[in-house]
Nanobody
Framework: QVQLVESGGGLVQPGGSLRLSCAAS????????IAWYRQAPGKQRELVAL???????DYTDSVKGRFTISGDNAKNTVFLQMNSLKPEDTAVYYC???????????WGQGTQVTVSS
């Protein structure tokens, strides 16, 4: 079993920054990638950023140049640094991990990010 615990969400003004953390524990051998998704009210969950086991990263167009995903292998933690936040970034942010040869998917409980003045 795999546990993913997100933290770091909160309320921030437009133009501000937040750093989200996703701590992984349990049977995490063979992680293929860890990703951040978000879901705003009334909208579908969307992929925000992804980092592979090899360190490659990818971002959705709307966050390129503003968000950075990174990992600390020693702490089994992935971070999402979010700068120049906009009201449209408001959503619940979820951590997702794809593990093993079957690419089993695991989700965290989510953390709320609200960008508002």
């Amino acid at each position: 079993q795999v546990q993913l615990v997100e933290s770091g969400g909160g309320l921030v003004q437009p133009g501000g920054s937040l750093r989200l953390s996703c701590a992984a524990s349990g049977s995490i051998f063979g992680i293929n990638h860890i990703a951040w998704y978000r879901q705003a009210p009334g909208k579908q969950r969307e992929l925000v950023a992804l980092i592979t086991s090899g360190g490659s990263t990818d971002y959705t167009d709307s966050v390129k140049g503003r968000f950075t995903i990174s990992g600390d292998n020693a702490k089994n933690t992935v971070f999402l640094q979010m700068n120049s936040l906009k009201p449209e970034d408001t959503a619940v942010y979820y951590c997702n991990a794809a593990i093993g040869s079957r690419w089993d998917l695991y989700w965290g409980q989510g953390t709320q990010v609200t960008v508002s003045s």
